[in-house]
């Protein structure tokens, strides 16, 4: 520890001469630093740019391997939709005219541009090939409503006069012979050869900005040396209990912790009156997140948290149940709102022991619920069927002195429609069709 004279070098002389001459040397670091972003800004910009140049290419090759995914699909199996998706990517999303767009940079991108316009080039008259294919297809299918593109290839005479299933296999082989193979092998020659030059660019341009960075780090190197040493020096003379507790606190409150207790009396009080405010919010947010996601009588998720649900949900390995209770307005209106509650509460506790902890329960209206049965890809149908048996078996079951009731369902396998947004209404359709079988059953909703 050092000891200075009573009549010597005050402490606050000390801390002016210390900030005037780190003041000093700031102001050189940060020139040096401007410098540096300057060219780290540059650099960063070309390793943009040379990335943005690589995936452009690369999305041209992703759009064409696309449309030929398309085209195989419906000359495979007559599907309209691949149709529909073939021409929205060919005419809508434009990826393969967007990634020339972004090519036309700059001169110094004119050879890479070159290849991938040759790459375009070849993809587009790979097109004709495919038009040809989707048309053969239309004409055996018999389909009237098709891209006016395709009503202008006219096919040749001979396959005009095979029968629908000649064509669709003359399509097919179109699509996938050697010929047209050899012409997506051209695209890729092409996208590589556009590569290539892209990465010559990038080298030179490297090579350039690394050159004048090094001598500007040699310099901000050592003004930040003689900095840091001045630095050192003064926080050595900071009081080490206050800055020490800060910047624990500081870590701690990022990780959503409470502030250790810890160092001076006033921080020990800062952090005693801290750790209480982190308590009482924390257990306010918890109960404020379950409030507003649950049903307050039932338990169950409400409106909210079945909105969030559907959002998330994962359809090609999940079933949706909605179902509501037969007669439910007779039941309130024969032995009053309160025996009804207690109905809809014994109804949720019967679908959370009839159903797994994964599945989420939601009472999306007045006797209205739904059900998610997550991770059921796998689950048969059979034992769904014993599922809905048991719950309306324990509905029925007048042991705790509620009246019988029972309910209808409608049951949809996510794998059965195209989005989230279908999947209420088919599962609304299922269980309406129950209602109209007489009540106290379930269907499953078919294409």
């Known amino acids: ?40 800004l540059r650099i960063t910009a070309s390793a943009r740019q040379n990335s943005e140049l690589q995936k452009a290419a690369h999305e041209l090759m992703n759009a064409s391997d696309y449309l030929t995914e398309q085209v195989q699909r419906f000359t495979i199996n007559g599907d309209p939709v691949f149709l529909e998706q073939y021409f929205s990517e ?67 005479s001979a396959d005009a006069a095979l029968a629908p299933a000649d064509k669709i296999r003359r399509a097919t082989e179109l699509v996938l012979n050697d010929t047209y193979y050899g012409q997506k092998d051209k695209i890729r020659k092409d996208m590589q050869e556009c590569l290539d030059e892209i990465d010559k660019l990038a080298a030179i341009n490297e090579e350039t ?25 003064l926080i050595w003379l900071t009081t080490r209990l206050a800055i020490n507790p800060v910047l624990n606190a500081v870590e701690q409150i990022k990780a959503d912790n409470p502030i250790p207790e810890r160092g001076s009396d006033e921080f020990r009080y800062l952090a005693s009156a801290y750790n209480k405010m982190y308590q009482k919010n924390k257990s306010s947010l918890e109960h404020l997140n379950f409030k507003v996601s649950h049903d307050e009588l039932t338990g169950a998720y409400n409106r909210v ?45 019967t679908l959370q022991n009839v159903f797994r902890d994964d599945d989420c329960i939601c009472r999306i209206g007045g006797d209205e619920f739904v059900v998610f049965m997550v991770h059921s890809s796998n689950m048969k149908r059979k034992m769904i ?57 379930y269907t499953f909703y078919s294409k």
């Open 1 to 40: 520890m050092l000891h200075f004279p009573r009549k010597g070098i005050s402490h606050r002389r000390v801390h002016l001469w210390l900030v005037i001459i780190i003041l000093f040397f700031s102001g050189t670091v940060v020139y040096a630093t401007l410098r540096l972003t300057s060219t780290f």
């Open 90 to 156: 060919a005419f809508e999303s434009k990826r393969r005219e967007e990634a020339i767009a972004i090519m036309d940079v700059s001169d110094k991108t004119d050879a890479a541009r070159a290849q991938l316009q040759s790459a375009m080039s070849n993809s587009v008259k790979l097109m004709e090939q495919e038009y040809y294919a989707m048309r053969l297809v239309i004409d055996a299918k018999g389909y009237t409503d098709y891209p006016d593109v395709l009503k202008g290839v006219v096919l040749s």
């Open 209 to 233: 900005e690394l050159i004048t960075l090094n001598g500007q780090i040699r310099m901000a190197r050592s003004a930040v040396i003689v900095q840091a040493l001045l630095v050192f020096f």
């Open 305 to 349: 948290g079945y909105d969030y649900l559907l959002s998330s949900i994962d359809l090609k390995t999940s079933h949706m149940m909605l179902l509501d209770v037969d007669n439910f307005k007779n039941i309130n209106d024969t032995y009053g709102h309160e025996t009804g509650d207690k109905i809809l509460i014994k109804l949720v506790n």
């Open 385 to 441: 069927e014993s599922k809905m048996d048991q719950i309306n078996s324990e509905l029925g079951n007048t042991s705790d002195g509620l009246p019988p009731v029972s309910i209808s369902a409608g049951i949809v396998n996510g794998k059965d429609v195209t989005d989230t947004s279908h999947l209420f209404e088919k599962t609304d359709k299922a269980m309406y069709a129950s209602k109209m079988n007489g009540k106290h059953t």
